[in-house]
């Protein structure tokens, strides 16, 4: 158990449609990274929180949001869904900034139909 | 940029047998190196881990990976593979962005292992 909480475990929605991935971060750790892990792409960072700031993005879409609460928690809200953003989501958490070792939630397989 | 390559897509060993996953890495500073392994429906777990020193750096579950910066090759290795290393293998270089480091994932290598 990495101590990294991530829900729903799995999601299956239509085209068109918005979900909201949550992430609840192990404890102490300020920084958080959502990741997309899927056969096409293989693991593709999206975005990363620190302590309620975005500090880095990645190939993250336009119709891709995601933001960091006071309480450390996150949320990856994903929009306008298309059957090509069906993969599995891993939200991952580290100390302070992060050296790039991550914790890793068991992440949300999200079928898009 | 940066970028990862595990040149084989799946290793078959037979347990007990020893293994060595390739990892090639192109990055233009200092590295951060990783190996997390994936077990089916799970996230990855850090196996081990390469910021500066020795070379040779040891990780859990009885692994071990070598930096080489005249190959840019950051090979994961194991004495002897057991029935349970059976999962699939990530290579990952850590860039600097935003005062973090985010990794950089390779395809990875799915491993299996015949009693």
């Known amino acids: 158990d990495s101590g990294v909480t991530q829900t729903p475990k799995h999601l299956i929605t239509a085209t068109g449609q918005r979900v909201t991935l949550r992430c609840s971060p192990r404890?102490?750790?300020?920084?958080v990274y959502w990741y997309q892990q899927s056969l096409d792409q293989g693991l593709q960072f999206l975005i990363q929180?620190?302590?309620?700031?975005?500090?880095a993005k990645g190939n993250i879409l336009e119709r891709f949001s995601a933001q960091q609460f006071p309480d450390l928690h996150s949320e990856l809200n994903l929009s306008s869904l298309e059957l090509g953003d069906s993969a599995l989501y891993f939200c991952?958490?580290?100390?302070?900034?992060?050296?790039?070792?991550?914790?890793f939630g068991e992440g949300s397989r999200l079928t898009v139909l | 940029a940066q970028s990862v390559t595990q040149p084989d897509i799946h290793i078959t060993v037979s347990e007990g047998a020893s293994l060595e996953l390739r990892c090639n890495y192109s990055y233009g500073a200092t590295p951060y190196l990783f190996w997390y392994v994936q077990s089916p429906g799970q996230g990855l777990q850090l196996l081990l881990k390469?910021?500066?020193?020795?070379?040779l750096v040891q990780g859990i579950k009885g692994f071990e990976a070598e930096f080489k910066r005249s190959q840019s090759s950051f090979n994961l290795r194991k004495p002897s593979v057991h029935w349970s290393d059976a999962a699939e293998y990530f290579c990952?270089?850590?860039?600097?962005?935003?005062?973090?480091?985010?990794?950089?994932f390779g395809r990875g290598t799915s491993l299996i292992v015949h009693p």
């Open positions: 990952a270089v850590g860039y600097s962005s935003g005062g973090s480091y985010i990794p950089t």
């Open positions: 404890s102490g750790d300020l920084s």
């Open positions: 929180y620190y302590n309620g700031e975005e500090r």
């Open positions: 390469y910021f500066s020193g020795d070379t």
């Open positions: 991952a958490s580290s100390v302070r900034r992060g050296t790039g070792e991550l914790f």
